[in-house]
């Protein structure tokens, strides 16, 4: 077992220290409310019909349990603002991630479109190992860091540093596949990349909270500039079907919490942002 003959109570005081340290850089003093009470069991379910659906890959694996447990890490996560805000940032979440973890294309969405949401937990047939050389996170031999859980969090240095924030770096780096071994740490890599900002792109959570108010590149606050930090490539280039499809999840949670898209919500012009 990961945690060898350590005593109950010790295990207990390591992980509420481990979450102060992971909680204390997440704009925690301005939280206000819970997620458990924007989202319920039954809204998460409702909003993922086919999620086990027995075409899925992933049928089984995301629960709202293991989400709700995940977002204990980043407290400021769907607390921030006002309760408008709230629903919007919880929205633009589970947007992006159902669109990264969709069902593949021609399924048939018998119930509507955007229903095929975390139908699947790791990037079907990766084009590369995603392994750019970097000393402080190398790759390990014959791995793969091509994408996984709602996210798809890929490249070593992205797993690299999710892995330094549970305590798991080195594990990560030599075993990538771990991350969808826990659902629960699927979901907070997710919440990482959710939460964390990477220069010179704001965090996703900053911009959907207005922690964020733009930049000299013309770049305004809204869901369209989620899109480009996710997937860059997605962007400046006029209309495009997969950034039509993420503002559609997008705005069918809203409608379904009751909220406004707000302004901003595609990036069809906007300036991408480079690696």
């Known amino acids: 077992m990961r945690f060898g003959g350590l005593a109950i109570s010790s295990l207990l005081l390591s992980y509420v220290l481990l979450c102060s340290c992971r909680s204390s850089n997440y704009n925690v003093d301005t939280t206000s409310g819970r ?23 992933a049928r089984g694996f995301y629960t709202y349990e293991a989400f709700i447990a995940a977002t204990n890490s980043y ?8 309760h408008e805000v709230r629903k919007r940032e919880v929205a633009a979440f589970l947007g992006q991630t159902s669109l990264q973890t969709a069902g ?30 970097n000393p402080s996170y190398p790759c390990a031999a014959g791995r793969n860091y091509c994408g996984q859980g709602p996210m798809l969090l890929s490249g070593n240095y992205n797993y690299g540093k999710f892995g330094e924030t549970i305590g798991r ?28 900002p990477q220069s010179p792109k704001p965090s996703p959570h900053d911009v959907m909270v207005g922690h964020w108010h733009g930049d000299e590149e013309g770049r305004r606050p809204g869901y369209g500039v989620v ?27 809203c409608d379904m919490l009751g909220v406004g898209y707000g302004k901003n919500t595609d990036c069809y012009g906007q300036s991408p942002y480079r690696d």
């Open 35 to 57: 997620l458990v009470d924007i989202l319920t069991k039954p809204m998460f379910e409702k909003m993922l019909p086919n999620a086990n659906n027995d075409s899925c890959p």
């Open 75 to 82: 407290p400021a996560f769907a607390t921030t603002g006002s």
């Open 104 to 133: 593949g294309i021609g399924w048939t969405p018998s119930i509507g479109p955007y229903t095929w949401g975390y139908c699947n937990k790791k990037e079907d047939s990766p084009p590369t190992d995603y392994c750019q050389p």
């Open 169 to 196: 770096k080195n594990d990560l780096l030599q075993n990538p596949d771990l991350l969808i071994k826990n659902v629960t740490m699927a979901f907070e890599s997710a919440l990482w990349f959710w939460m964390t």
């Open 227 to 253: 899109i480009n930090i996710i997937d860059h490539e997605e962007c400046g280039i006029g209309a495009d079907t997969m950034v039509w499809d993420r503002i559609g999840y997008y705005q069918r949670y």
